[in-house]
């Protein structure tokens, strides 16, 4: 074996030992980290939303790009796996970085200017698009009728008062759905982990960020408790909730995991009126609610052709279809 192979073959070993044993996990039901996973995923957020007050928007993002990073580099040593790569999966892990650093900007810039419910209903035409065509039955047709005037109803409320908040939360939802697609490519990678190439992918992002994010996230490094929690929204928004999402993939179809994503939209309505006190009017909670509707109606290609066989892993490497 030469040295290229001995490297990516510890790789692969160093990524089993960092597993959490199975026999643990089996007496953890996976919707328990799905639930954990959607907590964070917008609690994370939530957390930024209070920073608006101390730093720009673009710089809470950039902080935020760069603590997961700098956690997935401490855990994962995910440069290891880019000689395991040819150079057109190199290609598209470099285009991830590029899309994860615009969405997490475009996500915060829509968030100071819309609540995160509403951000977050709107993030969703993108999956539920997606699975309408890659899937064309009737029933995701009628999925993506509810979302479409889920969405309907929440932007007809202020979209001429918050045009810049929409144009941030529409072009937030296109990236979303460029996520998906790249991080599944990633993730169907038999040459690396995917969390490897998702840690990797996470530091392009970090860098294509600088420029814009390093200046707006300088007030940060004067103030310990600033950074420390600009910190903790990274932690909060990119990593646990990713982990979490790699764990309840490991044993839930994917058909029954697309499902649970209805609730993520109830779940940001539910932190933002706790957390940020952001109350719904009966309008916009009935568009949150036809989008909830909709999501859980959506049906992805597995579901659609009947259940397929999985094999349990400890940790899987499909990314989350989650901004």
Do not use: K
């Amino acid at each position: 074996m030469d040295g290229q192979g001995i490297e990516c073959e510890s790789a692969h070993m160093n990524d089993i030992r960092v597993t959490p044993p199975r026999d643990i996990l089996r007496f953890v039901p996976p919707h328990v980290f799905f639930v954990a996973s959607a907590l964070f995923h917008y609690l994370g957020p939530a957390g930024a939303v209070l920073l608006f007050t101390h730093l720009a928007p673009v710089g809470v993002a950039w902080l935020r790009i760069v603590s997961a990073a700098l956690v997935f580099a401490a855990w994962r040593r995910p440069w290891r796996v880019v000689s395991c790569i040819d150079a057109r999966e190199r290609i598209v892990m470099i285009a991830l970085g590029i899309v994860l650093a615009t969405m997490n900007i475009v996500f915060y810039l829509a968030l100071a200017h819309l609540p995160l419910g509403t951000v977050a209903a709107i993030e969703f035409l993108g999956p539920v698009g997606l699975a309408a065509w890659g899937t064309r039955t009737s029933r995701n047709l009628i999925a993506l009728v509810l979302v479409v005037a889920g969405v309907a109803l929440l932007t007809r409320v202020r979209i001429v008062g918050d045009l810049a908040g929409y144009a941030f939360a529409f072009a937030n939802c296109a990236l979303f759905s460029l996520y998906v697609v790249l991080g599944h490519r990633i993730a169907s990678n038999s040459m690396a982990s995917g969390i490897d190439l998702l840690g990797m992918a996470m530091s392009v992002a970090a860098l294509v960020a600088l420029p814009v994010g390093f200046a707006r996230a300088a007030p940060a490094f004067a103030s310990v408790a600033l950074l420390g929690a600009a910190v903790a929204v990274g932690v909060c928004s990119s990593v646990i909730p990713y982990v979490c999402d790699q764990l309840a993939m490991a044993r839930l179809p994917r058909a029954s995991f697309a499902l649970m994503l209805s609730l993520l939209p109830a779940t940001a309505t539910v932190i933002g009126i706790v957390v940020l006190h952001q109350l719904p009017t009966p309008l916009e909670a009935a568009g949150i609610a036809v989008v909830i509707a909709g999501v859980a109606m959506h049906r992805t290609r597995e579901a659609a052709n009947g259940p397929t066989r999985r094999t349990e892993r400890s940790l899987p490497d499909t990314p989350p279809d989650r901004t």
